[in-house]
T-cell receptor
Framework: DAKTTQPPSMDCAEGRAANLPCNHS???????VYWYRQIHSQGPQYIIH???NNETNEMASLIITEDRKSSTLILPHATLRDTAVYYCIVRVGGGSNYKLTFGKGTLLTVNP | KAGVTQTPRYLIKTRGQQVTLSCSPISGHRSVSWYQQTPGQGLQFLFEYFSETQRNKGNFPGRFSGRQFSNSRSEMNVSTLELGDSALYLC???????????FGSGTRLTVV
C-alpha cells in the first residue's frame, strides 16, 4: 500500500470547516483513499473513501487532486465531538489485500 | 442493527498467562480483522478471517493466534503473555473485506 503523510496535529474553531490534508504521492491507479477517525479510547470509525472523484456523504467531503497524489478531508461545520485522530489510508480495494495500514494520523482539536 | 461486539472490555492478566478475546461481527459480515493498538506502535494489523479461513496475517509472533467460527464470530488468543502485550485490541468486521470496516470498541488488556 502507498504510504501517506499527514500533519501530526491541527486546530479548528467550532462551527468552522476543518480541512485535513493527506499526501500520498506513491499511490497506484487501483488504490483507494480511505479516511477513518478515532475518538479517544474508541474503535476507529469509517468516514469516507474515494478513488479519483470527489466524494461527499453525511459526515464529510473528500477532495482528491487530479494527479491523485494528495487529498483533503473536509468537515464542513466542525463540532467539539469531531475532536479525534484522523487517519488517511491508501489501499487496494478488495482483491487479496484485507488489511488497513494505519499511520500516526492527525489529531484534530476543535476549540469552542 | 447491532455493531461489532467485543468482550470483555477490560482484562488484567499476569505475565506468562494466556488470554482469549472474543469478537461478534455485524450480522451478515463474514470478514473479521484484529488489530493491536499501543501508544508506541499505533494501530497494527494482526490477522483477518473470512469464512473460517485466515486470509492475511500481520507481523506478530506465533503467540498470537485466532480463529473464526461458522457463525463468523471470532476469537484471538495470546499465549505466554508479556508486559509488552498490554494494549487495546480491536476487532473490525466487513461484508467482504473489500471496502469499509466497522470497528468494535476494543478490549483493553493489561499485563502485570
Amino acid at each position: 500500500d502507498a504510504k501517506t503523510t499527514q500533519p501530526p496535529s491541527m486546530d479548528c474553531a467550532e462551527g468552522r470547516a476543518a480541512n485535513l490534508p493527506c499526501n500520498h504521492s506513491t499511490i497506484s491507479g487501483n488504490e483507494y483513499v480511505y479516511w477513518y477517525r478515532q475518538i479517544h479510547s474508541q474503535g476507529p470509525q469509517y468516514i469516507i473513501h474515494g478513488l479519483k472523484n470527489n466524494e461527499t456523504n453525511e459526515m464529510a467531503s473528500l477532495i482528491i487532486t487530479e494527479d491523485r497524489k494528495s487529498s483533503t478531508l473536509i468537515l464542513p461545520h466542525a463540532t467539539l465531538r469531531d475532536t479525534a485522530v484522523y487517519y488517511c489510508i491508501v489501499r487496494v480495494g478488495g482483491g487479496s489485500n484485507y488489511k488497513l495500514t494505519f499511520g500516526k494520523g492527525t489529531l484534530l482539536t476543535v476549540n469552542p | 442493527k447491532a455493531g461489532v461486539t467485543q468482550t470483555p472490555r477490560y482484562l488484567i492478566k499476569t505475565r506468562g498467562q494466556q488470554v482469549t478475546l472474543s469478537c461478534s461481527p455485524i450480522s451478515g459480515h463474514r470478514s473479521v480483522s484484529w488489530y493491536q493498538q499501543t501508544p508506541g506502535q499505533g494501530l497494527q494489523f494482526l490477522f483477518e478471517y473470512f469464512s473460517e479461513t485466515q486470509r492475511n496475517k500481520g507481523n506478530f509472533p506465533g503467540r498470537f493466534s485466532g480463529r473464526q467460527f461458522s457463525n463468523s464470530r471470532s476469537e484471538m488468543n495470546v499465549s505466554t503473555l508479556e508486559l509488552g502485550d498490554s494494549a487495546l485490541y480491536l476487532c473490525a468486521s466487513s461484508s467482504t473485506g473489500g471496502l469499509g470496516y466497522t470497528f468494535g470498541s476494543g478490549t483493553r488488556l493489561t499485563v502485570v
